[in-house]
């Protein structure tokens, strides 16, 4: 494929590199179990226990010998009749041995006396006499409604591995090996600002020539649901002692990301305002669309604490391509996710589409699944990347190379679930 990269303008893969070169697991921390909810384990959890701790029955119902057991083969109606020597509940722990002739009583959960060969159902028994019990068919496989001990889980063995994202399901196991707390990489802090003479709150009905600020609130929504603890820092206006106010309490953050000012404006200021803060620049401008005026840099200061800084084109599309395309991976990275990249499938396009331009695309489209069948996608009538509203309609972005290229209905394209 011929190649339309302008000069020194890096690629998407390219940039991503850089990102994650400069982003580390953040430091690792002691929280409660149920604290733990969201966040990556740090520690490989062991069990101290087995489970079930004991032999235990699976049903209410009888145990019985194994002495009584009928051949299993002989399919037909095996029925005997047991003396009941006594009754254990869960809880409790049986005293006496089965012999031939005998049966427990036993409920779910409760460890199964010593000589037994199954578990009878109680469906399939009929007490008749207070001390008696027929047993309806005996023709059964031994171990019978019986979970030997340690099946589920054996003392020492590792339960979840360093890594795992801790879920409600995590929460149950670590409470059955007996941990009330563990340690999780430490989610990072993000704050969000931007900045705009034009911007004002969602609460504010904009007056002549002022858009309302979309752009906090979505990329807070983005970095929590990626994991972060996130400050909206507000906005400032394009005046670099207004802008460098803000960048200097975002900077106390691990990620920092500013909206708008990045580009080639007269009020483009933020690039001058981080460099004069000490945030040392990694990229400016990267071969996409949109996103192209996308920074990035990093500022570390003398207690080594790390902030990322991410200037994002103020375009909200622009704006949320690039918190996917980058940001998103630079929280997973922080947060002890070292490897993830957006989700990327293949599909049919259902429609033709025209591909205009010098810049690899995302675009966005509604992708459908339809089981035993390749995904379709059909990219949607946008008007470019201030057009927040048709994105509100889609579920993907599409992704198309460099170049101008009519593609076919039919056509396998990649699409980026949202
Ligand atoms: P800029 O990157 O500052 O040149 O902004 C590019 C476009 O995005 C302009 O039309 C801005 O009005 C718009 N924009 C900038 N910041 C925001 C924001 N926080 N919310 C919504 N739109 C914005
Ligand atoms: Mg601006």
Redesign the pocket.
């Known amino acids: 494929m011929t190649s339309h990269r302008t000069p020194n303008m890096i690629t998407v893969d390219q940039a991503l590199q850089h990102v994650l070169s400069h982003a580390h697991p953040n430091a690792t921390r002691r929280v409660s179990v149920l604290e733990a909810v969201g966040a990556i384990l740090a520690e490989e959890v062991i069990s101290d226990i087995d489970s079930p701790p004991h032999d235990k029955a699976m049903m209410d119902g009888y145990a019985i010998s194994a002495d009584d057991l009928a051949d299993p083969s002989q399919r037909d109606d095996a029925s005997i009749e047991l003396e009941v020597i006594e009754e254990v509940t869960a809880g409790a722990v049986p005293t006496k041995k089965l012999a031939s002739g005998q049966a427990t009583r036993i409920m779910t959960g409760a460890p199964v006396p010593e000589g037994v060969g199954a578990v009878v159902m109680i469906e399939q028994t009929e007490q008749i006499q207070p001390s008696r019990v027929r047993i309806q068919n005996v023709a059964l496989p031994a171990g019978t409604n019986i979970m030997p001990r340690a099946t589920s889980l054996a003392v020492g063995q590792t339960v979840i591995a360093p890594g795992t994202p801790i879920r409600p399901i995590e929460v149950g196991v670590l409470s059955e090996v007996g941990r009330t707390e563990v340690e999780i990489f430490a989610p990072p802090t993000v704050a969000v600002m931007?900045?705009?003479n034009?911007?004002v709150t969602p609460d504010v009905k904009p007056g002549p020539g002022q858009?309302?600020?979309?752009?906090?609130p979505?990329l807070v929504a983005l970095a929590q649901r990626a994991g972060a603890t996130v400050t909206d820092l507000g906005?400032a206006r394009?005046e670099e002692t207004a802008i460098r106010a803000l960048v200097e309490e975002g900077l106390t953050h691990d990620v920092l990301i500013l909206?708008?000012?990045?580009?080639a404006?007269v009020?483009?200021l933020?690039p001058k305002v981080l460099q004069d803060a000490g945030v040392e620049q990694v990229f400016h401008k990267v071969h996409l669309k949109p996103g192209k005026?996308v920074w990035f840099g990093v500022r570390e200061n003398e207690s080594d604490q790390r902030t990322l800084v991410f200037g994002?084109?103020?375009?909200?599309v622009?704006?949320l391509v690039c918190f996917e395309l980058f940001v998103r991976a630079a929280i997973a990275k922080l947060r002890g996710q070292p490897n993830v990249t957006l989700p990327c499938v293949r599909a049919a396009l259902s429609q033709q589409h025209q591909q205009r331009g010098d810049r690899p695309v995302y675009f966005p489209g509604v992708f459908t699944e339809t089981p035993g069948e390749l995904p379709s996608v059909a990219p949607l009538p946008w008007q470019g990347?201030?057009d927040?509203t048709t994105l509100a309609k889609a579920n993907c972005l599409l992704y198309f190379p460099a170049g101008e290229k009519v593609y076919e209905a039919g056509e396998i394209v990649d699409v980026f679930p949202q």
């Open positions: 931007t900045s705009g034009e911007l858009i309302r600020n979309s752009n906090n979505m906005i394009d909206s708008g000012g990045v580009s404006g009020l483009d933020v005026p994002l084109p103020g375009n909200p622009s704006s990347s201030a927040l």
